[in-house]
Nanobody
């Protein structure tokens, strides 16, 4: 059974940094894509970043490009989201996700939430102004 457990959220001032972690278990993830999404109150879930585990190739939403960095640690089976220069509009619940099928399309394919089958419980990030 695939399990994804996020951690690292919290309250931070604008301009600050946080690093989110997503501990993955239940299968091999090296042939898959992993994604980070976020959902603010009253808004739809939106794509943040994705990574192809085996190659480390990445893709980002325009709103976070240059401020957020997605990475993975093979030994720990963990995906990270380093968030720098945080803004109040980054406030949301952040989720990590993975697809059931192995990676077989370009990373742009994995910017859609419907392409993912397994989700973590989410971690709250609040950025104060």
């Amino acid at each position: 059974q695939v399990q994804l457990v996020e951690s690292g959220g919290g309250l931070v001032q604008a301009g600050g940094s946080l690093r989110l972690s997503c501990a993955a278990s239940g299968r091999t993830f090296s042939n898959h894509a992993m994604g980070w999404f976020r959902q603010a109150p009253g808004k739809e879930r939106e794509f943040v970043a994705a990574i192809r585990w085996i190659s480390g190739s990445t893709i980002y939403a325009d709103s976070v490009k240059g401020r957020f960095t997605i990475s993975r640690d093979n030994a720990k089976n963990t995906v990270y989201l380093q968030m720098d220069s945080l803004k109040p509009e980054d406030t949301a619940v952040y989720y990590c996700a993975t697809a059931d099928l192995p990676y077989y399309r370009g990373l742009i394919y994995y910017t859609g939430s419907t392409k993912y089958d397994y989700w973590g419980q989410g971690t709250q990030v609040t950025v104060s102004s």
